[in-house]
């Protein structure tokens, strides 16, 4: 009987020791999954494209349409570079976020219209956007596909002046709004990932008297699209 509660118990313990051996072996085969809990910060650039328009009102007509009311549109496109600081919160694969950033932008644009009789100049410029958004995105992998939207805020310098005329009007202003859109992260490494995202900037409706050369009010919409690349950094 001995002998053979002896081979019970080395066979048992060999067993055990070849498992337990084994363990390590088979942990090192799983796939490592690197989790997006924590927080980030990091820096973007991209292209941005912005599309404005001022209608004026006034006793005379202005430009671009008939009078009194002149709808006037103008176009840029410019480089726009900032920065964010987010934290997210991963359930298995859903991902919750939230992300505050700022770009400095140069956005530039002037249209000159003519009028019979006249000719305006119309100018339209965008200093900077700046947001703070709410995140969900879907992990699959070392890869994160998002859709993102919140509060949006920007500057704009922007006016009209009539070509040889005393009626003008010029305004500096930060305006509020929405911003949405979408994009992809992956990760590079343990504290480093990329993205490629797109976002729209609705700074919603802005109107402004003057009274330079007559009495005028001028509504401003700035519409922003931006294209950027982004790199994120955890501490």
Partial sequence: MKPYLLS???????????????????ASMLPQTLGWTGLYLGAHGGIAWLDASQTINGPIGTTCTA???????????????????GYNWQSRDWVF????????????????????????????????LASVRGRLGWAIGDMLFYGTGG????????????????ARAQFDHTASGWVAGGGIEKMLGRNW???????????????FG?????????????????VRLGINFRP
């Avoid at 009078?67 to 600081?85: E, L, Y």
């Avoid at 509060?151 to 005393?166: E, K, M, N, P, T």
């Avoid at 990932?193 to 700074?203: I, Q």
Wanted: aromatic share 10%; hydrophobic share 40%; proline share 3%.
């Fill in 8 to 26: 019970t118990v080395s066979a048992l313990a060999i067993s055990g020791a070849a498992s337990a051996a084994d363990m390590p072996l088979k």
């Fill in 67 to 85: 009078a009194p009311a002149a709808r006037c549109d103008v176009d840029a496109t410019g480089g726009v570079f900032g920065g964010q600081i």
């Fill in 97 to 128: 976020g939230i992300e505050a950033d700022a770009s400095g932008t140069s956005l530039k644009g002037t249209e000159t219209f003519a009028y019979p009789g006249f000719s305006h100049v119309i100018n339209d410029k965008v200093d900077w």
């Fill in 151 to 166: 509060v949006a805020f920007g500057h704009f310098d922007a006016g009209w002046l009539r070509i040889g005329g005393a």
């Fill in 193 to 207: 990932s990329a993205r490629l995202e797109f976002l729209h900037y609705g700074l919603g409706r802005n109107s």
């Fill in 210 to 226: 003057s009274t330079v050369g007559g009495t005028y009010t001028t509504a401003f919409r700035n519409d922003v699209s931006v």
